[in-house]
């Protein structure tokens, strides 16, 4: 199993840009499917992108199309999530989350999912 690690958040602007990075640790990285979370204060958890286990894949929340892009990079055992456009309401912390399962499963995280990160802060000042 892999364990994942988030890193890149920070305190913006809005209309500025952010890439978050999600790195995994362990073997067989390339079998999962991994996706982005986030939770704002007072708010449950909801998905933002989810990628295949190729990269080929991807699907995103309504509220992020066309702001961010997810990417994967096998070879560095990575998944980046590329935030254009961040606005008041993209404050949260977000968490990347791997599933064998599929991204599908990911993206519906409606349950248990196999590995989460521990999160990393986005703060977008208006």
């Known amino acids: 199993q892999v364990q994942l690690v988030e890193s890149g958040g920070g305190l913006v602007q809005a209309g500025d840009s952010l890439r978050l990075s999600c790195t995994a640790s362990?073997?067989?990285?390339?079998?999962?499917?991994v996706g982005w979370f986030r939770q704002a204060p007072g708010k449950e958890r909801e998905f933002v992108a989810v990628v295949s286990w190729g990269g080929g894949g991807t699907d995103y929340a309504d509220s992020v199309k066309g702001r961010f892009t997810i990417s994967r990079d096998n070879a560095k055992n990575a998944v980046y999530l590329q935030m254009n456009g961040l606005k008041p309401g993209d404050t949260a912390v977000y968490y990347c989350a791997a599933d064998t399962r599929g991204p599908k499963v990911v993206a519906e995280n409606r349950g248990y999912l196999e590995v989460w990160g521990q999160g990393t802060l986005v703060t977008v000042s208006s």
């Open positions: 362990g073997q067989n990285f390339p079998k999962y499917a």
